[in-house]
Nanobody
């Protein structure tokens, strides 16, 4: 399984970014996907998850109402639209793939992309 994130950048508070994660062909559409993050000096935090068919989507309370997870199975791509970014959103963001279609497990990981929110 290969997962490659992109889209991380430096952005001002209140700004927006869209992260992308491209997964392996022939497997991506079968599995639930998640985004997680690790802020400097802190532990890993699950951010959002989506079932293989998009039928169930869930968010951490810290991002609810500001972030939107989506997927395009035809393009093997997972997205995270991040709006109204705050300095506390600064972190490495990772996409993760479950081993099943309908559970937010995180069994395979990408290498991450850095989001920095600062003025």
């Amino acid at each position: 399984v290969q997962l490659v994130e992109s889209g991380g950048d430096l952005v001002q508070p209140g700004g927006a970014l869209r992260l992308s994660c491209v997964g392996s062909e022939n497997t991506f559409e079968n599995y639930a996907m998640s985004w997680a993050r690790r802020a400097p000096g802190k532990g890993l935090e699950w951010v959002a998850g989506i079932y293989r068919d998009g039928g169930n989507i869930a968010y951490a309370d810290s991002v609810k109402g500001r972030f939107t997870i989506s997927r395009d199975n035809a393009k093997n791509t997972l997205y995270l639209q991040m709006n109204n970014l705050k300095p506390e959103d600064t972190a490495f963001y990772y996409c993760a793939q479950a081993s099943v279609g309908y559970d937010f497990g995180m069994d395979y990981w990408g290498k991450g992309t850095l989001v920095t929110v600062s003025s």
